[in-house]
Nanobody, 122 residues
């Protein structure tokens, strides 16, 4: 039983920052990897970032590398996505998801949050 809830999205101007949070609950959370994905209208769900909840290793999509940072607070079962230097192309619904393996493949993530809208105006 895993529950995940994203928050922190909103409407911002290009060049500004947002921090998304993913609050998770469930007994399997600690053993999982956590990923962030995004989906723009008419497009496929896209990998953004992932991290190991135990070891802390991270991996980023090229499109966000150097701008986005994934972090965790294991004590609170919370994962964050710090998004800096936002671009209009970052506009999407952002989802957090958990996986038992380190992967960027959508279908290999088992649990998903409801998504939070991020809109970046030019």
């Amino acid at each position: 039983q895993v529950r995940m809830l994203e928050s922190g999205g909103g409407l911002v101007q290009a060049g500004t920052s947002l921090r998304l949070s993913c609050a998770a609950s469930g007994r399997t959370f600690r053993a999982y990897y956590m990923g962030w994905f995004r989906q723009a209208p008419g497009k496929e769900r896209e990998f953004v970032a992932r991290m190991s909840l135990s070891g802390g290793s991270t991996y980023y999509a090229d499109s966000v590398k150097g701008r986005f940072t994934i972090a965790r607070d294991n004590a609170r079962d919370t994962v964050y996505l710090q998004m800096n230097s936002l671009k209009p192309e970052d506009t999407a619904v952002y989802y957090c998801a958990s996986s038992s393996v380190a992967t960027r493949i959508v279908s290999e993530y088992q649990h998903w949050g409801q998504g939070t809208q991020v809109t970046v105006s030019s």
